[in-house]
Every structure is written in structure tokens, then in C-alpha cells.
């Protein structure tokens, strides 16, 4: 029998759900690549105590202030523990990279292609004023989000064609292209709002009231600027999942503020703050001799971590013309004398980063092989040679303080891009000195900035800290409003979206981005779009080694310094796992020990 148009679409329409259900898939859970390790029948994390206690309260301290509970749009400062009162469709695994498993997400359904990803939503999800969490929000949530939040929402959803409500308890996610695997993970890391609860309020303008949420714990008091009060959602609806079990399990959380890190670490030395990361090797070394040490009262723990470090260091905004010029870049950089810093600041503890994938199989070392040429090859005519011909490698000093061939190297390669010595100041060809300031939101930063500053002296460079408090400091870099900052660029073990918000033309031009350093490169931009569209982990590693290899031979950064473990000092009121966890700490699978807890608030109270 021949088939008529009319009678052919039928036909296919017949066999659509049996095609559909022969080609996605349906899971608990999604990995980046490959499945999630965890059965489907899983109880728990297996990092997590699945008895473990709950109530009591924890004190953490903050820097800086805050002015507004909404830490999603541009305007305002957020409060730092806000976003633990919402709930996401998907929850990360702390030990396993690049997986997440269903939290208001009671199933992921995917096609083979990942042309689009469809969240069935638990019935039994709540807001905490008892209203159910509906696929009407997530999409109401995510189109906000796009629209009206930071610019990064917008980047990191630029490639979602739409997002259907099918039911109230499942919500589609289209998308424009199959480029970015990573994608469908990416739609489910959101934090959903309620709909209803934003009607008639502002999202582009800063929040003061509390806001409604769905997670473990709900904001209950503040002190605007100075202090919140998260506590325990006693009927969290979410308590007995998998991927709840053994976490979440602090009565309250208080953060008190501070404005700066010395009065922060007083006030833990006192008593008034339970916990704190010391990122400070000085502090970790000398800092912590106080009698509530000595008497067993705080504990100092050093958690090692297998996680990408990224990159820390002084980032130049390219942006301003002095700049500009790779060779003065490059100059900048042979002035900075790691080896003297952490043999004299540092207590040795330190190594040097030299890759922005760093303590990662993702960073490049050595030429580039075979796969990574293919990729370069396009742009070779406009990369620096020396890329193809020799290993990248930072500047090494014998950390005397006496930089002598650095200065020498950094003075031809000024004079290279048109600069010279005159009357000990080095100008331009108009005679303008070279002149910047190094910005920093944290007075910490200074005994850092400090030395650099004075060997820069030594070439006829006018250069100063100036220091600002936490929102102003976010405001400049908001709007690239600075000429040099040290900053932390951390990476994952699946670099893939964000990689636009930190480095291409697109973002370099959008405020909020993370783009400090003005990165504009048609090679980069290339590299980047491998990055996201990588199928495997070997594609992935090719595609972000040969992107290490253009950033770090662009000289954007003045590279600083990584460590592969965290310190943390706390008060002996805490129980956590043994297990180890491969972030290093999961704060949120501790809990208050009541017997120890006693005893700490006693020694406080009679003054240790």
C-alpha cells in the first residue's frame, strides 16, 4: 500500500513514543561524561555520617558588610550564607567531579544527542511556607535569572532555546545546539525561587526583607550589614533523601561580620567565631599560639584536597594601553620574585602556579603534542613563536631579594615595547611615566603587594596598594574599574561553560563578567568553544591544554602561588567523617558535638 502524506505523518506519529523511549534515557542522577557513579538504590553520600547529630549552633565570621539577601543581579551586597535557603533540581557530589544527583529532580531525562534535558520534579517538594515547588517555577526562575541576573547567567544560558512546562512536576529544557555537553547539568544547578513570593517585588534592585525559600535552612533574623541567622528547617521536606542524609546538620548558622581579617581572627581567638580557613601561611604558622590552643579548646587540622587549584596572581587590565603590549606584560612579571616571598612570608609552604588548570591533568606542561598543534595551527601566524618552540616557564630567582637578572630581563623587554629609563623613571615615548595602582578588598593583601611594589621602584615604575572595603572592591571589578588586582581564578575538573564568562571577546565587554583581565583573543575564543564542546575527557584535556597554552604565553597574569590542601581552625565543639572527602572539608556533613560543645562554652564563659 502506498503511503499518502496525510497517512505517513500518522505513521510516524504512531511510532514517536517508541522512538523517544528508545533513544533518551532516564537516570537519578547525570554525569558530564559517562554515568554517575552512585546506584540508583543509593541511602547516602558516601563522604557523609548518616546519624549524625543535629542541632546546636556554629559561628562563622564574615569581612566586609552586606546590604541585600537577592546575590543575584549586579546591584547591592549579598549576604554570604544566603544561597543555603534554596533548593536546586540537582545535587553535587563533593567526591565525585563532574556528577550530580536529584534533589527537587526526582529523574533527568536525556536524549543520546542532549538536544534537550527534562526534570521530572518531586511531588512532595516544598517552599518553606508549605507551597509546592512546580515545574512553573524552575522555568519562571531560569527565564528571570537570564533576563535580569548577572551577566554570567546570561553567557552561561545563551545556548537554551526554550524551557517548557509539560506538567507541574516536570519541566523541558531545549537547547540550541548539542555543542555544550555540559548544558543539561548546567539548567539543574540553578537555585529555584518561588514565583509567587517575587510577584510585585523588584528582582533588578537589592533585597532587605527575608526572602522564601526551599532548602535546609530558612533566613530567621539579621542585623542588616552586621549579622544572619540561618536555622534548621525542622520539616525540610528534602531531609530524608539520599542526597540529603548526614548533611545539613547545624541547628543555626550565624556569620557576624568583620570589617577586616584581623579583628576577624580576634574575634575567633576570643571565642566569638566556632570555625575558620586559614589561607594565610603566616597566620597558619605564627597566628594560632594563643592559650585556647595550648588547652586543647581549638584545633588546627590540615585537610589535603584533589582538587584544580586554578590560577592566583596580580591580573593586568588589559583594557588600559600601558598594558597592552604582551612584552610589558612579560616585564611585569620577571620583576615578581616568588622564591623571596616564600622563603620570607610564606614559611616555605608555597609552589608556584604555573598553569590555570593548575594540580590538574588539564594543564599543559612541555610542547604542545600532535592534537593540541591541530587545534593551534589556525592561529599559528598570530600566536607568540615561542609557544611552538619551547615549554612555558616562569622566572626563578635564588630568593636572596636581589633580582638582578630579572631586572635586566624585564628593562629589554620594556625597552622592546618603546619604554625607557629616564632620570630613573620609566617612560613612555611621550615621556609619561609608567604609573598603575594595585587594588585589593583585603588589607591581608598589602605585606604581598608591598614588595612588588618596591621592586617595581627599582625600574622607574610608579606603582601603589590601595586598598577598599569588600563591596567597593566588587563594585570596581564589576565595571574593570582598576588597573592591576590579585585574584583567585578557580577551575574544575570539567572546565566547559564558564570558560566564556572568564575569557572571551563576549565577556570582555560585559560588566560582572569574570574577564578582569580583558582577554579579546580569536584564538582563545576558538580554544573555548572546544573546551564546551568537548565529547570525552581526552577531547577535554587536548582542547584545555592548548587554551593554557595561548593564556599563559599571553601574560595576563602575574602567577602567584597554590597549596594542595585546606587549614582549618575550630573550636573543639565538632564532630565530622573520617572519611576523607575529596574536596578537602564539606563543612555542611559536620555537626555539633553536645559533651564537647558543653565543655567549650564553659572554658569560654569562665574565660578559658
Known amino acids: 500500500m502506498r503511503l499518502t502524506p496525510a497517512l505517513l505523518t500518522l505513521a510516524l506519529l504512531a511510532f514517536a513514543p517508541l522512538a523517544h523511549a528508545q533513544t533518551t534515557a532516564r537516570s537519578n542522577g547525570i554525569a558530564l561524561f559517562g554515568r554517575p557513579g552512585l546506584p540508583a ?36 551586597a549579598p549576604a554570604a550564607e544566603v544561597s543555603r535557603i534554596y533548593d536546586t533540581l540537582l545535587r553535587q557530589s563533593a567526591d565525585e567531579p563532574g556528577v550530580s544527583y536529584g534533589l527537587v529532580a526526582k529523574t533527568v531525562e536525556t536524549p543520546a544527542d542532549r538536544m534537550w534535558v527534562a526534570f521530572d520534579l518531586r511531588p512532595e517538594a516544598r517552599f518553606h511556607d508549605g507551597t509546592p515547588i512546580t515545574a512553573e517555577d524552575v522555568a519562571w526562575t531560569f527565564q528571570t535569572l537570564r533576563d535580569k541576573g548577572r551577566p554570567n547567567f546570561r553567557q552561561y544560558y545563551a545556548m537554551v532555546a526554550d524551557v517548557t512546562v509539560e506538567s507541574p512536576q516536570r519541566v523541558v529544557f531545549h537547547f540550541k545546539s548539542n555543542e555544550d555537553h555540559e548544558l543539561a547539568m548546567i539548567v539543574g544547578e540553578f537555585p529555584i525561587l518561588p514565583k509567587k513570593w517575587w510577584a510585585g517585588r523588584d528582582f533588578t534592585q537589592p533585597l532587605t526583607e527575608a526572602p522564601l525559600g526551599s532548602g535546609p535552612y530558612r533566613l530567621d533574623r539579621f542585623e542588616m550589614g552586621r549579622s544572619t541567622t540561618l536555622v534548621r528547617v525542622a520539616d525540610y521536606w528534602g531531609r530524608d533523601l539520599p542526597v540529603s542524609k548526614g548533611l545539613f546538620n547545624f541547628g543555626s548558622i550565624r556569620t557576624e561580620y568583620y570589617r577586616d581579617s584581623t579583628v576577624a581572627m580576634e574575634a575567633f581567638k576570643s571565642g566569638q567565631i566556632d570555625y575558620r580557613q586559614e589561607n594565610i601561611s603566616k597566620n597558619w604558622a605564627t597566628a594560632y ?53 616564600n622563603r620570607n612570608l610564606f614559611f616555605g609552604a608555597y609552589t608556584r602556579t604555573d598553569s590555570y588548570f593548575s594540580n590538574s591533568d588539564l594543564a599543559s606542561s612541555g610542547l604542545p603534542g600532535p592534537e593540541e598543534l591541530a587545534l593551534l595551527a589556525p592561529f599559528k601566524d598570530k600566536l607568540p613563536p615561542e609557544l611552538f618552540t619551547r615549554p612555558f616557564a616562569l622566572p626563578v630567582t635564588d630568593g636572596s631579594g636581589n633580582n638582578r637578572e630579572g631586572l635586566r630581563r624585564a628593562l629589554k623587554l620594556f625597552e622592546q615595547a618603546g619604554w625607557k629609563v629616564l632620570d630613573r623613571k620609566l617612560v613612555d615615548v611621550a ?10 578588598g583585603d588589607p591581608t593583601l598589602e605585606r604581598i603587594a608591598t614588595p612588588y611594589v618596591q621592586w617595581l621602584a627599582r625600574l ?56 578582569l583581565a580583558g582577554v579579546c583573543d580569536p584564538a582563545v575564543d576558538a580554544l573555548v568553544k572546544k573546551v564546551v564542546e568537548a565529547r570525552d575527557k581526552p577531547q577535554l584535556i587536548v582542547a584545555t591544554r592548548a587554551l593554557d597554552r595561548v593564556l599563559l604565553w599571553g601574560w595576563y597574569v602575574v602567577p602567584n602561588w597554590h597549596v594542595g590542601s585546606f587549614n582549618a581552625a575550630y573550636w573543639n565543639r565538632f564532630g565530622h567523617p573520617s572519611q576523607p572527602v575529596r574536596t578537602g572539608i564539606a563543612l555542611d556533613s559536620w555537626w555539633v558535638d553536645p559533651t564537647l560543645a558543653a565543655a567549650t562554652d564553659a572554658a569560654r564563659r569562665s574565660g578559658l
Open 431 to 440: 615621556g609619561k611615566q609608567m604609573a598603575f595602582e594595585i587594588l585589593s
Open 41 to 76: 538504590d543509593f541511602t547516602h553520600f558516601p563522604y557523609v555520617n548518616p546519624d549524625a547529630l543535629k542541632g546546636g549552633e556554629v559561628v562563622l565570621g564574615g569581612l566586609g558588610s552586606f546590604d541585600s539577601f537577592n546575590p543575584f543581579i549586579m546591584r547591592g
Open 460 to 515: 622607574g615604575i610608579d606603582a601603589h596598594v590601595r586598598t577598599v572595603d569588600p563591596p567597593q572592591y566588587q563594585r570596581l571589578t564589576d565595571t574593570f574599574d582598576f588597573d592591576m588586582t590579585m585574584v583567585v581564578l578557580p577551575q574544575s575538573d570539567f572546565p566547559g561553560n564558564e570558560q566564556r564568562d572568564n575569557w572571551t571577546c563576549e565577556s570582555m565587554k560585559a560588566e560582572g563578567s569574570s574577564n
Open 289 to 341: 599560639d594563643f592559650p585556647a590552643v595550648a588547652k586543647g579548646l581549638v584545633k588546627k587540622e590540615t585537610f589535603p584536597h584533589h582538587l584544580p587549584t586554578g590560577m592566583q596572581g596580580f591580573v593586568l587590565n588589559t583594557r588600559h594601553a600601558q598594558f597592552a603590549d604582551r612584552r610589558v606584560r612579560e616585564a611585569l612579571d620577571e620583576v615578581f620574585d616568588f622564591e623571596w616571598l
